[in-house]
Every structure is written in structure tokens, then in C-alpha cells.
């Protein structure tokens, strides 16, 4: 069982996008923070520069961005509330969560 | 002639902890000096964070470390210092990476999934405590079983073994001390027994914890077998204490105050902004704790914190802040804005939340529909605390009907 210091996540999502075919490069991420946020700070902590709280809660600092970043993703699994969902901006597709 | 007069350092903690309440000295420095000085019983100095706008800056600023917390010369009110190898004592990106293993296992979408089993679990209770009739005690009919129930049932421990689960963890909630010997047995028994069920897992694959956690091991590669059973454990030992506390705390609350209980008891659709204002209000922790160690030079509210400073808060006091809440120390059941920090903020804000706030509602609608009129069957000044530094809670808490 390979068990090595090499700790680099999987890039689940990324594989989303290449696996149907598509123009990964063309495609941007829509980051959306529902109403059911509770302000825990989370996802600014696992995603530095990518959410900010205004009022106590959150919201991305820019809503479309390229893809391929996996701390968007890890922001989304973690948050408390299941406030985040990141889409493929075009189609609408539901990138995150994975489940 | 002038002579400087310097204000020595003062002693941390700042005296007994008495029932629920908070020691006067919190609020006087949250009013004067929200980060302050104190020297702790062991390890020297550190910075007690008493402010709320101040702890959440802490709270949320990466520049302070978890991990550093554990080395052994940390300023501490502790003999030992936080042990490393679970989620409270990790960093990014070792916490990112085991955080989201678990994660899954405590959505909302699974909270909500487990509802009914709570419901159940619960309902049973209740049934258990009407056939035994007053008095009870709540500790053990309720604030026990309802977080054992659902760690069980969080992790994926089979029905007909919950005994055994119960036979472990009871050594951990029970009030008459155990020797560090027989702890430290209970617990190598337990981390073999969850090492069974994990691999039962393997092969039969469950929406479990378990299976998440063998999972990530075995076909993600995203943890290592140590990983996989420290985090197995940390998680079951943090949900089961914290839920147990908070659960005789707040009954303990409600009680001592009749009218709030009552009040409850009128007005069922209050539980859930209730639950958030004893989430505010109860200080679990019987002293300030979750230290962090400075990384490098720090500014919060004004003070300038140096790199290898330890930093702890006491989270009850910042929770009280008038610059934040209206009439702080008033228990308004129906309070609407309440951003308390009960829950933590930033990576650690707690795991066990969503599940944490559905027993508590649960356990709270079950007894105002059921038992509208409990109450405590002795004086609330002779309730017995558990004795200790961890969380606060009653050692029995005796309610009748």
C-alpha cells in the first residue's frame, strides 16, 4: 500500500470537466453561496482570497473563475451549511457536491 | 518622585469555576483589555482573547497554529499540552486533507437523513423515563444515551453492538474517576473494536463514517491506517463529551430558570432560536482553552501579538459583548441576531454542529410536548458538577415530573 509523503489531493472535479469531453480551458466556475450560510468562515479559510464575509457572511470575492482550483472544491465539501455550490458557468452543470 | 507602578501579570484561571456561571474578571477585561496578559499554571505567559470582535479575527487569521499548540514548553492549564494527531491540533494542510475525509459524514443533507434516528432515539429515552417514573436523572436517561446513540449511528456501528460501544465509552462520561491506566485501557479496547468495524466495511461499504474513513485509506490513498484510527477516535470521543455536556447543561439552565422552561413549554416553535441562545450563553468549557501559537507578529484589536506567543480566549465572555449584542447577559429565548461563537469560526468551526443542534432541538421538543411540567427535583445549588478542566457539566442532574 503506497503510503508516500506525497499528499496532493485527487483532483475529482477537474476530472468532471475533462471526463465529458469538453474544452476545459473555455469553461469557467460559477461559485454560488446560498442563503444557507451561517457565517462559519470556513470556506475563507480553506480557500484564501476566493470568499470574504460581508455582514457576517460569505460570499466569493469573484464569482466566475477558471477552473481547476482545488481548494474551491475542498471550501465547498467542508462548508457547515452546505452553503457552496460550484458550477460550470455555461451549462449550469453542478461541479460540487461531488455527492 | 515618580516610582512606575507596573500591574503584575495576573494568575490564570482566575478562580473556581462555580455551576455555569462566568468568572466576573472575563467581562471587566472585555470592557478594558480584550487581549491581555495572564500567566498560566504552567508554561509562562499567553494572551487571553476576551473580545468577540477580537476572537473571530483570531479566530479566522492563519498565522496562528494548531499544531504549534502541542509542543511541550506551550503556555497551558494543563499538565500536558494538546495532544497532536487529531483535527483541533492540526494545520493546514494536514487538517484540509483529513477534514475533508470526514466531512461527508456531517453534511446537512446526511444531518437531516439521520433526523428520524435521533427522533427515535430520543422517543425511546423519554418512553424509558415515564415507565421508571420521578425522579430521574437526566444525565443518564437523556444527555448520555442521545450522543452515544448517534455516534453509533454516525459511524456505523451495527445495532446489536451498541453494548459494547456503551461498555467502552462508559469509562469516558462517567463521573467517579478511573485511573489514567484504565482510561488508557478503555481506550486501546475502543480503538481496536472501531478497528473492527471499519474493517467489516471493507467489502460491505455503508453511508458510514467507517466506510468513509476506510475508504479514503484503502482505495483514495488520502490517509494513512494511523490517520484513519486517531481520527476514528478523536471524532467519537469530541462528539460524545461536548453533546453530552451541552445537553445536561442546558437542561440544567432551563430548569434552574422555571420560566424559561415554561416559556418553552408555551411556545414549542422557540426551541430552535433557544438552543442558539444557550449555545451563546453556556460557557462549556470550563476555562479558556484551544491555544494557538503565533507564527509570526500578529495585531488584534489594537495589541501587538509576537511570533511564539501562545493565545487562548475564553469564547463565553466574547459571546457576551455588548458591542455585539443586545442586552448580553439577558436569556432572550427568542433572540433573532445571534452570531454567537459557540460553534468556533474559521478551519476548526466544529465538525459535529449540524448534528450537535439536532440533538439538542430534539431532546428539547421532546421534553416540552412530553414533560411540560419538569423540573428539578433538588435545589439547582445542590446540583454536583463534574469536577475538571475540560467541560463543564453536572455530574447527575435529578428532574421530576
Redesign the interface.
Known amino acids: 500500500?503506497?503510503?508516500g509523503t506525497d499528499?496532493t489531493?485527487?483532483g475529482r472535479a477537474v476530472r468532471c470537466l475533462v471526463g465529458g469531453g469538453d474544452n476545459v480551458t473555455e469553461r469557467l466556475w460559477r461559485i454560488e453561496v446560498s442563503d444557507?450560510c451561517i457565517?462559519?468562515?470556513?470556506c475563507?479559510?480553506?480557500a484564501?482570497g476566493r470568499f470574504q464575509l460581508v455582514g457576517?457572511y460569505s460570499e466569493p470575492v469573484v464569482a466566475d473563475l477558471a477552473p481547476g482550483d482545488e481548494s474551491v472544491i475542498?471550501a465547498a465539501?467542508?462548508c457547515?451549511?452546505?452553503a457552496i455550490v460550484v458550477r460550470d458557468r455555461d451549462t449550469g452543470r453542478k461541479v460540487t457536491?461531488t455527492? | 518622585m515618580t516610582t512606575e507602578v507596573t500591574t503584575p501579570v495576573p494568575q490564570y484561571p482566575f478562580g473556581a469555576v462555580v455551576a455555569l456561571e462566568l468568572h466576573p474578571r472575563y467581562e471587566e477585561l472585555r470592557r478594558t483589555e480584550p487581549v491581555t496578559r495572564v500567566r498560566m499554571p504552567y508554561g509562562g505567559e499567553a494572551w487571553l482573547i476576551t473580545g468577540y470582535p477580537e476572537l473571530k479575527q483570531f479566530l479566522a487569521d492563519p498565522r496562528f497554529s494548531s499544531l504549534k499548540a502541542t509542543e511541550p514548553d506551550t503556555a497551558r492549564v494543563t499538565p500536558l499540552p494538546l495532544r497532536p494527531g487529531n483535527l483541533l491540533s492540526m494545520d493546514p494542510p494536514e487538517h484540509t486533507r483529513i477534514r475533508r475525509v470526514v466531512a461527508g459524514a456531517f453534511t446537512m443533507r446526511r444531518v437531516e437523513q439521520l433526523k428520524s434516528r435521533i427522533k427515535q432515539v430520543v422517543d425511546t429515552q423519554l418512553n424509558s423515563m415515564e415507565q421508571h417514573g420521578p425522579p430521574v436523572d437526566a444525565v443518564e436517561y437523556l444527555a448520555v444515551p442521545v450522543p452515544v446513540m448517534m455516534i453509533c449511528e454516525l459511524f456505523g456501528i451495527p445495532y446489536a453492538q451498541r453494548h459494547r460501544f456503551r461498555g467502552f465509552s462508559d469509562i469516558f462520561v462517567a463521573t467517579t474517576a478511573f485511573s489514567a491506566e484504565d482510561i488508557d485501557k478503555s481506550r486501546d479496547e475502543l480503538e481496536n473494536y472501531l478497528a473492527e468495524v471499519v474493517e467489516q466495511r471493507r467489502g460491505q461499504p455503508a453511508e458510514d463514517l467507517a466506510t468513509a474513513l476506510l475508504q479514503a485509506f484503502e482505495v483514495e490513498n488520502r490517509l494513512t491506517a494511523n490517520e484513519m484510527m486517531r481520527t476514528g477516535i478523536g471524532i467519537l470521543m469530541a462528539g460524545h463529551e461536548t453533546s453530552l455536556s451541552m445537553i445536561s447543561n442546558v437542561l440544567y439552565l432551563l430548569l434552574s430558570r422555571p420560566e424559561l422552561y415554561a416559556q418553552l413549554c408555551a411556545d414549542p416553535e422557540l426551541v430552535p432560536t433557544a438552543v442558539e441562545e444557550m449555545l451563546r450563553l453556556i460557557p462549556l468549557r470550563s476555562v479558556g482553552s484551544f491555544p494557538r501559537v503565533a507564527t509570526e507578529d500578529v495585531e488584534i484589536g489594537g495589541v501587538l501579538i509576537h511570533a511564539g506567543d501562545t493565545v487562548i480566549f475564553q469564547r463565553a465572555a466574547a459571546d457576551r459583548d455588548e458591542r455585539i449584542f443586545d442586552d448580553p447577559d439577558q436569556v432572550d429565548l427568542s433572540r433573532r441576531e445571534n452570531p454567537h461563537l459557540g460553534f468556533g469560526h474559521g478551519a476548526h468551526h466544529c465538525l459535529g454542529a449540524p448534528i450537535a443542534r439536532m440533538e439538542l432541538r430534539l431532546v428539547l421538543e421532546g421534553l416540552v410536548r412530553r414533560f411540560p411540567d419538569l423540573r428539578l427535583a433538588v435545589p439547582a445549588e445542590e446540583v454536583p458538577w463534574k469536577p475538571g478542566l475540560i467541560a463543564r457539566c453536572p455530574a447527575e442532574l435529578s428532574v421530576a415530573w
Open positions: 500500500m503506497e503510503t499528499r489531493l485527487p444557507a457565517g462559519s468562515g470556513m475563507l479559510a480553506t484564501p457576517g475542498a465539501e467542508l457547515p451549511a452546505g457536491p455527492d
